[in-house]
C-alpha cells in the first residue's frame, strides 16, 4: 500500500522539481547575464543625440503599422521625423508604465509565497529586471524631449486594478503579463530581423529589452503552463474565455497611441481607423503577435471550442507557431 501511494504521489513531486528547475536556470540566466541601462547605453554618444532633421526617427515599415500607412508616407519627411519621434516616445512612455503595473503585481505575488519558492526567487529578479527598464524607458522619454502621455486616461485606471489581481487571481495576472510583453517582443523583433535604420537609442533600447523579456515571457508560460492545468473544470473554462479578452485589451492598448497623438499631428480620423482598426494587413499583424499564446493556450488546454469562437470573434485567431518567437510567414495568421 505504501509503495502504491509513493507511485501514485511521484508525477506530481516530479513535475514540482521539474518546474522549480526551470525557475532555478532562469534565475540563474538573471544572475549571469543582466544589463544596466546607464552602463550598457551610452546615452552620451554624439550618435546618440536627437536630432529634428534625423531620418532615422521615420518611423520603421516592419514594426510600425502606422509606418506603413500611405497617409503617413506621403507626408514631408521632417512631419515623418516629428511624428516617429512622438510615436517612438509614447511607444516608450506606455511601456514604462505597463512594467510598472507588471512590478507592482509581482510584488503582490510574491508577498504570500512560502520559504523557499522557485518563483519568490524569480519574480525578484525580474521586479530587479522590469525596474532597470523603467530606468531606461523614461530616459529614453527624456532625451527625446516630446511631453507624452503614455497610455489614454481610461488605460490608465489599470493601476488601481492589475497589481491586486496578481494576489487574488494569478493566473490571470499573468496573462495580462503576455498581453503587453508578446506585443512589444514581437514588433521590436521585426524591426531588428528587417534590418532597417533605426536611432542608436532605439536600438541599443530594443536589444536590452529583447534579451531580458525572453526570461519574462519564458517565465510567464511556464508559470501557466504549471498551474493552469491545477485549476478545477470551471475555472479552466472562465480562463479559456479570459485569455482572448485580455490578450485583444493588453494588446490594443500598447499598440494604438492616445487620442492626443491624432490630435497633436491632425491625423484624420478615417486614417486612425484604417491603421489600427481595417485594413487587412493591419488586422493579420495585430492576430500575429499572439501565435506563440495561442499555442500556449492549445498546450494548457484553453482553446476549446466556445474559446475558439472568441478568439475569432475579436479578430485575433489564427495558426500557432512551432516555436517560441517564430518570425511571421506571410499569409500565415488567416491560412490557419
Known sequence: MASATVKTADPVVALARQYAEKLLLLSQGSV?????PFTDIDWDNPDFAIDATDRRWILPESGDMFGRHPWYKSQPEDRKIEIGLWRQANIAKVGLQFET???GGMVQHTFKLPNGSAEFRYCTHEVIEECNHTLMFQEMVNRIGRDVPGMGPILKKLTYVVPPLAAVFPNLFFMAVLSGEE?????????????????????????IHIAEEARHISFAHEF?????????QLNKFVLSLAFPIVMWIGGR???????????????????RKEVFFGLPD????????????????KRIGLMNPVAKTVWKVLGIDGATTRYRSEPDRPGQVRAA
Open 101 to 103: 503595473l507588471l512590478i
Open 253 to 271: 492598448a500598447i499598440i494604438i497611441p492616445p487620442r492626443s497623438f491624432f490630435q497633436e499631428f491632425g491625423i484624420p480620423r478615417s486614417v
Open 32 to 36: 549571469d547575464k543582466h544589463f544596466d
Open 282 to 297: 493591419s488586422k493579420e499583424a495585430f492576430a500575429g503577435y499572439f501565435g506563440d499564446v495561442r499555442s500556449l493556450a
Open 224 to 232: 501557466l503552463e504549471h498551474h493552469v492545468p491545477q485549476a478545477n
Open 183 to 207: 506585443p512589444i517582443d514581437h514588433i521590436q523583433k521585426a524591426i531588428l530581423r528587417a534590418g532597417e535604420e533605426v536611432h542608436p537609442i532605439m536600438r541599443g533600447v530594443m536589444a
